[in-house]
């Protein structure tokens, strides 16, 4: 499988630059780049600009693929090794959902709207919450990815628990965000969108803090 990754990455950092090919003589002069906390533009630029920001992101896209599949070689962890096939299977899905932002920016551009979709940005960031949720179990202890913390990575036990109910967290937090985003209006979205993102993470956090407390106090 992570053959397949590795093949398909190329396709899937072109992607964005051939559909801004292909629709570039569509898209107007003049293009909203910046827009307030409520979709609408505050700032105009040029195709250009467009352009720059699709290189950008594709360039990151694969300098991120690349550090996630590489990275496993730089963790002191004896176990590191057993993370590589997963950590090429999120860096493939960061740069799905890259690419995907990118192809979005390219539409919106394309379409000449005069505001800027933040429920559906919000709803795909949540979809991509879910898909890493759905890895989260199946991560070794390992100082790059993960709920990286001072007692689950030294209990084994304590990491592989927290990471079961992260896992659950986000699949599911990440699931009602990718559908509740689209229906709501975008300052009550980018709330919505906080709020959930804050509770899939403290929850994990302080479940792992009273395993390492009770255990402590059984040791003591």
Known sequence: MNKVFNKLIGLVIIIPGIY???VWPHIADAIPIHFNI???????GNKNDLLLLVIILSVFSLLLFLLLKNIYKLDPKKNAAANKDRLIKIGFAVA??????????IYNAKAGTNSFKVGILLS???LFFAILGNYMPNLKPNYFAGFRLPWTLENPENWKKTHALAGKLWVGGGMFLAII?????SVIAIIVFFTVLIIITIIPCYYSYKMFRKKKTVNS
């Open 20 to 22: 801004l090919a292909i």
């Open 38 to 44: 409520e979709g609408q533009p505050d700032k105009m």
């Open 96 to 105: 799905v959902f890259i690419m995907c932002i990118n192809c979005f920016f």
């Open 124 to 126: 795909v960031v949540g």
């Open 181 to 185: 985003c689209l229906f709501i209006p």
